[in-house]
Structures are given as structure tokens and as C-alpha cells.
């Protein structure tokens, strides 16, 4: 409930237009969403640009397509993760401009045209990381950021790091995405002075426990101002990165 | 090496008063981090006033008086975490200036005089958590940001985080703090609009398995927008926070 | 061997019908199920309306057949988990009363009409934890229970909880059904007076472990009169909530 | 916030006494605890008898008396776990009449004269789960309880167990402590027609892994009816009998 | 290198049919395997009964059809264990006396015609445990030990191992196979006075951890005479337990 | 009850000396334990020599010292394992024939004379492994068998291990202690044709995860007729080696 | 940039070929791969012969094809490890001499023709490891080694080892691969003099955790010269074996 | 046995001075390491002047004397690892030439003058690296190596270690001693051609799980040449790079 919805129900008991006994249920009855937090987070998504997002794992076809069939209605843009051809080609015959970014495994729906302001470096270590950085850098592209891309310069060949390090620090923010032992996320953290996003993958094999291994490196990074997200998790890692290169919102607001 | 250097160098190599051997010999041998990139690592931190940091553990009495003691004369804020009271004994003889932040088991000599531009909240689920807790806001503090605590906000009695939901959201960013199941991490991270920083801590008992309990709910966290540090890692969270609360460095240039 | 069986053959002894040395053998040789816990262990069953329950992995279409046939016999409800469309078919060849539910994964047949007196709400984090909340709810109710489903409620948008609390609170049993890190436990136990039993799916990917991050969150709860179930084990938990709503047998027998 | 107080605000926007702007602050101000859901909370403690907690590990002497002291003026019984003798003898000085349950390690001060309607056994697999057992028996007694206690009764002797199980059968929940391979918890799940909670404990050695092997048993308990708290954590297994034994408060309000 | 030929080798060598060179070099060529002890125990394996065993897992159709071939002409019982029905089609077309326990998961051609002294029980708790109970109990058999087989009698309903206790107790060795929580060994390790081999299965599901859980337990068994093999192992504990019966070899010489 | 006692009973129904209710309750009220299968259970242990064995960590001196005295009237050998000096020091006391086994910290009070029949070799990798090695030793003596030890001959030396095989060949079990990588289980099975029983040690450092390493290699050993017990647990080895020497006590009484 | 270059470079300055603006942007903007070190990496593979290798899993047929299409041009030997039939097929049909080594899952382009001059022994212990020990023998001979394999020599028949082990003597580094227990590493270990690299392999079952087992027991060997490798990874064994084999560059380069 | 001794025998039997049973008794009894390939492992260590190693944890003061005392007499290098302060008061009372190696915590007797031929560098992540560094260094030595000593070259300031790479280029085989993340192994790996030795550490706090981190990290490691030891163990690093600068002794043997 905004504040000037309280106001104009106080003046209403204030004049007898509603009893004592109908405001005091209304107040008592009013869902949690509509006293204030709940739609500052709504309005939020909005006023941010933030698309709504669409984990496609465990849902059928027809639920995705009815999902995004709905939020279209929104206006923003609307993407879809860890998605399939098979949800692609459903969700294409109802909306015929959603886009399929097959590497990335995300439906896309575009309908902003964002000014990208900021941007982000997706980093990986080896090719076989693309799926998981392609996730990210999609994903960053829709949430509004300007997106580089550097590929396969994991740190046994630590000369393909450092040829590309100025183009690396150009960005405001880092994702390194990196599989096998992940070293690749303490190098970079500790030749830039951005926040570095490290997305552990599950490529390797033997002991790398499904990308366990990759994960405790990148939680134990030797390099600070690094920040550590789920195993395969590029879309998690692009939303924080546009967090973070969005700003407060409030900041925005003094504008 | 900076630009200047170099084309000084060049300059003489052109004008005789260097031989070619010579001039060949000096650049071969410069080591690495007067090439241009390892110069910028050290000229950023001084610029950007973050402190050289000392991890105390593992290191004599002895060893952390001295390197503050080296430190010291940068001009800049230094801060030495993990640090016993003994160590700060030894540490105030020779820098009478020094305090010691002991919930934190931080020593700091504060030289600089940083403008508090940007805000920093340090949430914690529990009593139990303060000292990580502590060492986060302090080297938050130490690095430049303001600093708001919410402590004891655990999600057993959500309403005590709902109160206190106005006074995060005015945060540039947040860290939560928190051990047992680590479930504050994912409603504050559904409740701001800004970059979270999860820290588990090692507090709990039984099947919490001395914090990768919190850290594995805090990497599977619900919500987005939320990057983990290692286990009772305060300093990490902080360090990551200024980072994203200071922006790119040749951002600032441009101002 | 009902105490009635006892009085009867003592009688015999007594009467000359039966030697001392029959009556011995007979006693003896009793099988212990017949020596008064066991023949109590089955007539609570039919006696609380409890049905025999089938557990179909790793069973033949033929033997749950078979099996479900033979129970039917005895005139309570009767019901199969972990269920596929390929075992209802085949049973439902000898047994057309029965119904599948396909979601929850459950073969039944009614048989009793319980009365249903008590409540348990089945509620989920995501839409993806459905089938293990169907699994729950379809139990709970062929166990007796009336059941209020309140799915999609999970901590990252913490308003959608609250909106519904008040639907919570009406149960006498929560059974919380939560994947990825499983803090929906949490949150509802520090919101309801009454006993909340923890569900964890294997929903989720990278660090979750198959269910165990969201396990671990569970037993490491900070809030107070959580209880937990194995990972997935839906039917578990409905069966424990129903133990607790059925409260003692003895006491029943006092009414 | 209660409705009474909510119906007199409103009257006195009605009556002139307080101006819509006033009220409409009030309104927007109120600690969430106070808009009905929390004060339930509350309320429901004092209500239902059950006392408050202190959990004792990292807190230190003076804070546990402090907080004694001060949870004592609402008259209830007041515990705190995990307690030291050391902690017991601060709070001694300041309230004489707080008792210290030693094997238990709950400091409590009993102030409330509690009828006890329903029954908890605490039944363990050796001597050695004993302090778990009687962190459990003693909050089970103060939290209004009555208790009977069957101790070393473990599976490796399965008489011992059915000699006493008429006793345990008499109880309205069952508290299972065992450590090693947990195995009574399945035993006696399948024995009782009540809730069992089951608790691990760390004893053991070798390959016990601190009470996991325990956990692990408990969890796949292929008894049903069988609920799993923590490691060593009698408490919560105590505080989820009180709950089941309390049923559902508006049930009470009914009466 | 039996003695007979060591003797042999030797009065050639003193009769001057054999020069010390030539000795020599065929004493210090002969394989290990010809030096006593290894022939020993190729004897021992003939001599005991004890068939040779291809573990068919990661081996071809065919070169299971060529090893069973040329075991066969050893005279003894062979069997391959994990053996597939196309293993087994191959086999017949070579080996028309072959025989498939399809359970068992065991061929074996049945060449020797053991005289059966001693007794193996092999106990399940569930059903789902069988086909490693009937790898077991067709091993056993093959080995030259009478079986009886005691399916199904979990530790949820005690009564039901109770009942067949006595049956259990005629038995020399006990092979005890379940999976879940693995009660069932040191509830049965308590009821008899013989050696208890028990044998974890990966039946179940959750946090069962592919029959870690069972291990576990067994392996934290609080009952004494009780040794484990790994997870799903049939033929292990059968081994083991026919090596036991069959007591040690010299001491079967002096008979 | 035995059955003496039951045709006791039974003639006194007869007889008109106990009435059919009179004699109904007995036979219902009568704890398990006297219905033959408990009393058995005893008799066996009495019977076959072995001790009451007292596991004393996590006990008082006070409490085992009594415990033994009450033990000590059997009659039999009595022992108490993982005892301290201090818990000696006080048996002493009361039980001036109690022995000190200090390496393998068993208290003793040898009261039986048992003819030794069969033999149980200890083996050890290492001599870090002796004290667990001892416990097992020393154990198998009381419990009536000839023991030979065979330390430090690990199989970084298998010329160690060779030479000393024919000692090892002669007993009728061998019990394998080893710790880091136990790999000696696998080579001594693979050696000797009677049952061999491997205690993984938790001696090592770094990866060996306080034994679980040895444990692994234990369980999966590629030789046959082997099973393990805990770590550490010399104790359960002996334990299960004397029942294994020792027979089925049905034999025996055949004899 | 080699040295020669620089010196070209700082000649043109000093003739004026070459303002110092030039020279400048020229030396700062060299890729950090010219400027030394990363070129001398290049060189060192042409000069030792080592192969470039690709790693096939997780690239299409196309990618495969087409990056040793551009390797072939390098003159030397080319490998892919982790091939299908599927990649060889298209490999094959642009490069006709390409070979394809099926159980060692390798394609092939032999070009050089090294002469070699040191062994490699590639022992496993079993007939199932042989793939990955295949891995490793035909990585050796292509990388210029002379490999000899020994297979199937497990320590559960130490004497099959001790037959063959005058043969593992001969080679320079011995690659032993074993799954299960991985006993063989510690065992091969004691009984030569040159280094040991162990490839713990995911054959077995059970507890042994997909290879975690062996690579355990192997980095606890209790044999020294050994050193570890990932599961299963054949190929990183023999390219270890290779640099050792090898030698010092610089050194041959004294030659 | 050597062949002389072969021969002897066999000529004693050809000119009857033993009989054919003598001889045949001899041959059978003798132990393994007599014959042949025992002696010489033993002979081996003398000829390539590598020093009998004592580990220290778990002997007493006294039997790391006695066992000095005794290897000294061979008049080789002795040492003796995780070697206390107090093991080495004791030991030099005994032998005044042993010196202490304190941060290594080695005790050694330097009795041969080896010539160093080859090099091994010993390179650490950071300062806390430096005792198993030391371990590695001084164990290096005492086998006969040229040591030289790289430390607090952490990846997290790659420049550090760019500067070094020169020296460590210079070396025969590196040590790479890492903890955290253990990064430094894969980058070190991309940097020379020769073998690469990693040795976790330890050392970090957290999810480094005691080491495990960085030894997974180290498995994983996306360069070649690389192998692993166990965590913390510089010894067998130290050991390891030592066998492999010795070289094949045959080959030694032929220049």
C-alpha cells in the first residue's frame, strides 16, 4: 500500500465515508505486498530495466510459452534460461520475435533499448567454458550492459592472459569463468581493481568433483575482491555484475 | 615503467648519452612490475587509498611490527587482520599511533583521511557472527566507506529484518553475515536492489560441518544478485565491497 | 496371539483338551508377531486407518500388481509411491477403482472415508518442488489429513510468504518442501506455533549436491520445531504429519 | 499492534484526536512486530507457556546473566543451553533461584507451575548419549512435559529395547538419542504409533565423522513416523516434542 | 615350484644331468610365481574347491566367452560375476553346460560336486536388496556352502526378524545385505553368537549417498562380530564368509 | 522363560494352581529378555568364555571401576578398552589382580584359563600402527586365542612382508593393521587362503582424512576374503576373529 | 620479442629510422608473448618435439578437425586425446594419414620421426585400467619415448608382479595406473629406483567414489618417488614421464 | 641371495658337501630378501647416497635416537623429518654432529660431501608456505641437490613471480608449495619445461578444508608436466624431484 493510499483510506474514516470497523479490517486484511515493500520490489524490476527471468530447468514447454506469453505484457525485456530448442520452437510460434541464443541456452524477448553505460569482461579459461560464459555475457547484453569477450586464456599459458589484460581492464566489471582448478579467477583478481565475478564450472573430470574443485580454488582465491557464485551459474553471475554496475537505485533517482 | 620513464629512456638512447647495449640491457632486465602493469597495481592503491594489508596469522610478533612498520611510511591507512592482542603489543611500541579493533582482530594505523562517499551494511544473522562481522566493517570502514551494522536480523523471526529493511536498502552495498543454514543471505537478497555480499560463518554445531552448511545455501541462494566469499571471511566481503563502492579507477580519472 | 487366543488355549489346558506338552509347543512355537506387539503393530494400522504402503522402485510391474491386490482385501485405503504410468496400468487392469496421481506419483485406492479433522499445509519454495509437494499432499490426504497446498513461496521474495502466512497458520502440521539452500524452513518455522517438518529436494545444480546443500540448511535451521526427512522423501513427511495429527492411539481410545 | 489499538487509532482519526497525517505516520512507522504478526509471536510464548532460550555457546558469562535477569521479569520459566558451570555461578549471584541441570548443561529458572499433560520418552543407545538425552529430558520438562526417561537400551541387545518398550509406548512423542550407526531410531519407529524424533549423536569414533554415520541412518530410516534434528542437538528435538505434544494454539482457544 | 620339482632339479644337477650354470640361471628365472609360494596358492584354489572368478564388468562378451573356456578345462566351478544376458548368450554357444542365475547376475559352469558341511544365512532387509543378496547366497552355493535365504526383514518391523531368528541362528556364517540406514547388521550382529558379514547396498534414495549411508553404519555397528565389505559387494561377503567356513587349509591336511 | 519353567506353569494351570487370568498375565507380562531368546544371549557369553567388555571413553573412573567389580563376579575374563592410567589407577584399587595393558589401553582381570586352540596374526604397515595393533592383540588373548604379531612390514618393502609370510600363513586369521594408503590388506589377502579382517589406522597426514583413505582402500580391495572393520577399532578386529576361531557354539556342543 | 629484435628496434632510435613516439607505442603495445617469455614457450615445443595436443571432449567434430588441420602445418607430431570414432572419421577424411589409436581414445599425425632414448614402463592392475594405461603408453611413444607395458599385475597376486618387475626396472619413470584400492603405486614404489607416477583410475565400485578411492591411497603412499596425477588422466602421466625423460632443454643445449 | 651365493650352493650340492634335502631346505627357507631383489634395494640406497628417513610423529624421543644412532653407522647422509625440538635435545646428546633444521624440522647427520650436479627450485605461494618449503629445501639437500629457494610468489601478484621466472627457469625440476587456491602449480606449469612437483598446503582458512582445496586444485591443473604429492608433505616432494635428478642408477652405472 503506497503512502497515498493510506492517506486517501485515513481521510475516509476521517469523514465517515468508511467506519472504523471497514478501515480496521481493510489495514488488518492487506497483503504484505501492498504495504509498501513488496511493490517498491515490483516497481523496482521496472524502474531498473531488470527483465523478469524464466528458469526453464523442471518446467514444461507450455508453461515457459504461458510464462512468457504474460510478462511480455510488461513491456521490458523478458528472458529465459537453461533453455531448450524444444521450449525455443513452442514459445516462437506465440511470440514470434523471441530470439534463441543456442550456445547461451536463453529465449529472449527484447523490447527496451537500453543506453549500455557500463561494462563487463566475460573471461574464460578454456573453450570448453563458452556455454557457461555465453550464459553470462547474453545475459549481461540484456540486462543493459556493453559486453567483451575474452576466451581461452586460462593461466597455463599465462602470456594469453596478459596479452588481453588491457582489454580486460577496460571493463567495470570482471566474470571469470573457469572449470579444472579455476586459477584463472585469483590471476585476474589480482590484475584489475574491479570487482571479479568467478563462475567455477563443472569442466574437467576425475577429481574435480563436478566442479567442486573449481569452486573451493575460487572461494579460497589468494586475490582479493573476488566474489564467488554458484557451479555453472552464468546467469547469477551477470545479474549481480549488472547490480553492481547499476548502482543504487536511489542514487538514480537523484539524478 | 611509466610512459615518461620510458620515452626518457628513448630520449637518451636518440640523444647518444645511452648505448644501444645498454639502453637493450636496462630494458631486458626491468622486472616485471615496472613495465607498465605491476606499477599501475601499486600506484592504483595508493591512489585510490586502499590500504596494504598484513594477514596475521602465521606470522610472528615480530614480522607483523615490521612490516607495519614498512608499511607506514607509504602515508597510506595499513591494517594487519587476524591479529592477537599480543600482536598488537609488540605492534604499539614502535607505532604508538596504532589501534586495535579487537572483536574485529584488526590493527590499524590511520593516516588517511577518507570522504565517506559511498555506504556500506554489515547484516548478521546472530550474536555468534559479530566478529566476522566486525572484521568487515571495520576494514570498510579502514578502506572508505560508511558503515551502517544490523545485527542478530536472523530469519528464525523475519520480522526483525523487516524492521530494519529501510536502514539496509540505504546501502550502497550489503553483506550478510551468517552461519547455521545461512538463510539470510537469500531474503536479504530478495529484499534490496543492490549487490549482496554473502559471508557464512563458522558458527553452529553438529551437521554444519564448520560453515560449508551456510556456504552452500548461500551459493544456492534463491535469489539473485548475491556473490559468497570464503568461510568467516569479514575481510574478503569488505574488500569486495569497496571495490564495487569505489568503480572503475579510470572512471574516477575522468571526473 | 490376542489375549482372547491365550484365555482360550489356557481354558483347553485347563479342561484337559489340550496336554501340558501341546500347549507348550504351542507357545513356544508361536511366531513373536502372534505373541501380542506384532498382532498390535497390524490392528493399529487398520485400526488408525493408516494404509499399507508400497514403495514401487526397484518392484515389477507384476509384484505392485500383485501386492496391491492382496492388500486391497483388507478394505482400507491403499497406496503405491514412486509410481509409473506403466505400474498403474497394469494395476488398474485388476483393480479399475484404482487412481494415479500422476504428479505425486501415487497409485491409490479409497476404500475408507475418513473424516478428515485435522489440517496439514504442503508448502513450497518453488514450482519445481512440486512433485515432491503432490507426493506429500496426495499422502497426507489418503492418510486422513485435509490438506492446503501453498506453493511458489520462497524466501527470495519473501512478501509472497507473508501474503499467505495467515493460510499457513491455520494447519496443525507444515511440511516445508524447499530445494537449492532450503531457507523456506527457516522462515516459516520462526512464523508458525506448530511442528514444521523439512522436506529437501534435489532441486537445484553445481553446488547443491543432489538435495544436500538444502539438507544441511534444514538440520542446521535457526529456528525452533523444525523436524527433517530424507531428501525428496515426500511421502515421509506426510506420513510423519499424519502420525502427529492422529496423535496417540491410546488416547483415542479413551474418547 | 493489536486490533483494540488499531480500533482506538482509528477512532481517534475519526473523532479529531489525531490527524490523518499523524495517524498515517503512526501507521507507516510501527515496527512490523507491532502490525500483528510478530506481537502473535510474543504473545504466543507468554501463552503457551513456552520459555524463552538462550543458547550459551559464544556468548559470555555476563551477557548470559544479563539477559536472564531480564527474560525473568515476564514471569515464565527461563532457560538457557549449552551452559558452563562458570556460566551458572554469575547467574547464581544475580538470581538465586536459577537451577543448574549439570549433565544437561541448561541453566533454568523455573517460575511458572506448568500442568503436565502429555508425555515424552527419551530413549538412547548407550550411556555415553546420556548429556544429549538429558539436554532433551530437561527441556521436554521445563517446556511443560511430563518425561520418562529409558537410557542404553541400544539395538546391539534388541531385548533390552522390547523389554522397556511397553514404557516407551506410553509416551505421546518419542526422542530417539543415538550415536554410532543410529540404527534405534528405525527400530523403535517401527515399534510406536507416535511421532519419533530422532537425534545424532557424536559419539563414536573412526569412521562416525562426528555423528554424520548417526545423521545419515536417521535420515534413510526405512521406519516411518521418524523426523531428524541436528547433531547433539537434544534442545530442538525437545522443543519439536513440546510443539507436537502442545497441538495448535487456536485449537487451545477453542477449548 | 613344488618341492617334488625342486628335488628333481636338484638330483639332476648332483647326477651331472644338469651343470650348476644351467641350474643356476633356471633357479633365478623362474617366476615368482614357481618359488613356492605362488604355486601354493593356484593349488590351494584347486584343492579347496575354489573356482576361479571373472568379474565381467568392463570386459567383452568375448573375451568372458574365452576366459570361461579355458578356466573350464581346470576341471573346478567357474563362475563370472555381473555377467549380463548377452555375456551369457555368448557363453551357452561355447559352453552349452553353462548356467545364468539372472538375479545373481552370476554365470557358472558346475563342474565339482562339493560335499556342503557348512551354512551360510544370507539376510535382507527389503526387497530391493535381493539381487545382491542372490549374488551372495548363488556365490556361496558355488563355493561349496549350504544357503538359506531370510529376505525382507527389515528392522522397521522387528517382529518380523524376530520370527525367524531361530532359522538365522543354525547358520555358520551371516551375511547381512541392506541398504537405507543398514540397521539390520547390528541388530542381527546382537542376536547371534557367529561371524556377521555385512554387506551395504545402494538401495534408497536422497541422502543414502549410493549406499555411503549404509556403510557407515555398519561400519559404526555398536554390535560386536561384525565385519563389512563394500557397498553392493554379494560376492565379497560370500567369499569371505566361505573362506571362513572352509577354516585353514593345513589344518583340513592333518585331518 | 525356559521351558521348564513353562511346563511348570502350564501344570500348575492344569493343577487349578494358578487360575487362567492368573496365568495369562504372567505369560503377557513377561519381559522379552526371559522368553528364551534374551537368557540365550547370556548363557553365551558365559559359555563360550568371552568377556563383558567395557568401553570406557566417555566414562568415569568411578563408573568403570565399579562396573568391573560388578563384572568381575561372572567369574570370567573381564576387560575395558581405550582405558587411561587414571582409569587403572583406580580399578587397582579395588581390584588388585587388574591389568594394565598401556599400549593397547585395556584394563583386564584374567580369571579364566582358556586352552588356546586357534591363532590370530596381528600384522601392521607401520610402527605407528602398534597401538591400534595391540589393542587388537592383546584383545584376541583374553578372548582365548594363540596371537602372533608381525609389525612394520608395509609395503613400500614387500621383501619385509615376504619374509615374514610364512608366519603369517600360519594362523587361522589374520588381522591386517595399516594406515596411510592400507594397501597391506590387499597384498596379505591376496597371500594367505583364511580370512583376513583389515583395521584401517588413522596414522598419516595431509589427504588421509583421519583413516577414511585407508578405509577406502580397504573396502576396495581387489583381493578377495577380506572385511573391514572401523578405524582404529583393534578391538572389533579381535572381536570378530575369536568368533570366527571359536565356531558356531551348536558345533561345539556337539562335540 | 628476442633480443635481436630489440636491439634492431633500438638502432633504428638512435639512427632517426624511428621517432621515440614510434619506438614508444611499439614497445608498450608488444604483446607480452613477444617480449620473451611466451615466445621461448612456442619455440620450446618445436624444439623438444612435443606435440600440440588437444583435448577433444566438449569440441565438435568440426572444431577437432580444423584445429589439427592448422597444427598438421607445424611439422610435428600432432595428438587429440579423448577422441570417438566420430572425431577420427571426419579428422580422416582431410587428413588421410592421421591414425587413431581406438582404446587409447588418441588421433594421431606421426610426422617426426624422434629417435628414442628413454623408457617408460606403463604397469596397471587390471585388465579394465588398460584404457586409460593406453592412454599413456601411445601419449609416451608419440611424445619419444620407448614404452613398455606391463598389465594386470594387481598386488592380490603380489607374485605376478614380482615376475615382471626386472622389466619395470629398465625403464627410466614407471606410470603406474590402478583403480580400486590402488594398492599397486606403493608397491611399485618400493621396489624401483626411478620415479613413480600414479594414475589413480574410476574401475571399481562401491565406495570407491569414482577413483577417489585410488587417488587417495596413492597420494598416501607410504613409498616415496611417487607423485600423483588426476583420475583417470592417462595422458597427463605420460607427458609428466616425457619432462622428466627429457631433461633440462638448456642443458641439451650445453650439449 | 646373490648369485655367487646361487652358485655355491648349487656346487656344494654337485660335490655332495650338501645333500639334495639340505639344499632343497635352504632354497625354500630362505627369506625373500636373500634372494636377489631385496639386498638390492638395499645396496641401491647406499650406491646413490640417499639417506635412511625418519618420520618422526608418533616414535618417541628416545627411539628417534636409538634408530640415528644406529643409520649413522652406515656413514651416509641421515635424517629425520617432523623432528621436535625436544627429539633433538635427546639426539644430540647421543650425536653432536646432528644438526637441526628448525623452521624445516629436520634433524640430519651430514656425513657424505655429495657433488651437487642438478638443481631443484622450491617455490611458494606465500610467507605461511614456508615451513613444508623448508621441509622440501633442506630434504633437497641432504639428498644431494643444489637448492634454490623462491618464495611469496603468489599468483594473486603475478609480476612477483614473472620477476623470478628466470631463476626458476634455471632449475632441473620446481617445487611448487601452495596452499589456498594452490593456483601457483598451473602457472608455474605454463612456464618451464621441466617437471613440475605441487604440494599443497595447509594452509587458508575455510572451505580449504585443510589443504583439500588446493591438492584438488593442483589435480585439476590445466598445465601438463605437473604431479602431486600429499598435502603439507615436502619431504616427498623434496624426494620425488631427488630420483628424478639422480637419474636411472643403471644408466649412472654405464657412464
Same mark, same amino acid.
Given at each position: ?10 481521510? &475516509? ?10 478501515? *480496521? ?6 497483503? $504484505?505486498?501492498?504495504?509498501? $515493500? ?9 524502474? !531498473?530495466? $531488470?527483465?523478469?527471468?524464466?528458469? *526453464? &530447468?523442471? %518446467?514444461?514447454?507450455? &508453461? ?6 504474460? @510478462? ?28 534463441? $541464443? ?8 527484447? &523490447? ?26 547474453? !545475459? ?13 586464456? /586460462? ?25 579444472? =582448478? ?6 585476474? /583478481? ?20 563436478? /566442479?567442486?574443485?573449481? @569452486? ?5 582465491? *589468494? ?23 547499476? /548502482?543504487?537505485?536511489?542514487? %538514480?533517482? =537523484?539524478?
Amino acid at each position: 500500500m503506497k503512502e497515498d493510499n493510506l492517506k486517501k483510506l485515513l481521510e &475516509q474514516v476521517k469523514d465517515g465515508g468508511l467506519t472504523v470497523e471497514e478501515a *480496521c479490517r481493510e489495514l488488518k486484511d492487506l497483503p $504484505f505486498k501492498d504495504m509498501g $515493500f513488496a511493490n517498491v520490489d515490483n516497481h523496482r524490476e521496472l524502474r !531498473t530495466g $531488470f527483465p523478469e527471468v524464466i528458469y *526453464c &530447468q523442471g %518446467k514444461t514447454h507450455e &508453461q515457459i510459452r504461458d510464462i512468457m506469453t504474460e @510478462l511480455v505484457k510488461s513491456g521490458g525485456n523478458i528472458m529465459a534460461t537453461r533453455a531448450t530448442k524444444g521450449d525455443y520452437d513452442l514459445v516462437k510460434k506465440q511470440l514470434p520475435q523471441a530470439e534463441f $541464443f543456442e550456445t547461451a541456452r536463453i529465449i529472449a524477448v527484447i &523490447q527496451g533499448t537500453g543506453i549500455k553505460l557500463k561494462t563487463v569482461a566475460v573471461v574464460t579459461a578454456g573453450t570448453a567454458d563458452i556455454p557457461v560464459a555465453e550464459e553470462a555475457a547474453v !545475459t549481461a547484453e540484456i540486462l543493459g550492459n556493453e559486453v567483451s569477450r575474452i576466451y581461452d586464456v /586460462g593461466v597455463a599459458g599465462i602470456h594469453r592472459l596478459l596479452s588481453k589484460i588491457d582489454k580486460i581492464r577496460e571493463a567495470d566489471v570482471v566474470i571469470v569463468v573457469a572449470g579444472m =582448478e579455476g586459477a584463472l579467477a585469483s590471476v585476474v /583478481g589480482g590484475l584489475v581493481d574491479v570487482p571479479v565475478i568467478a563462475v567455477p564450472t563443472s569442466i574437467g573430470y576425475g577429481a574435480n568433483l563436478g /566442479g567442486v574443485s573449481a @569452486l573451493l580454488s575460487m572461494l579460497n582465491s *589468494c586475490a582479493n575482491g573476488v566474489g564467488v557464485v554458484n557451479i555453472d551459474n552464468g546467469f547469477g553471475a551477470a545479474y549481480l555484475a549488472s547490480v553492481i554496475n547499476k /548502482g543504487k537505485s536511489s542514487q %538514480k533517482d =537523484e539524478d
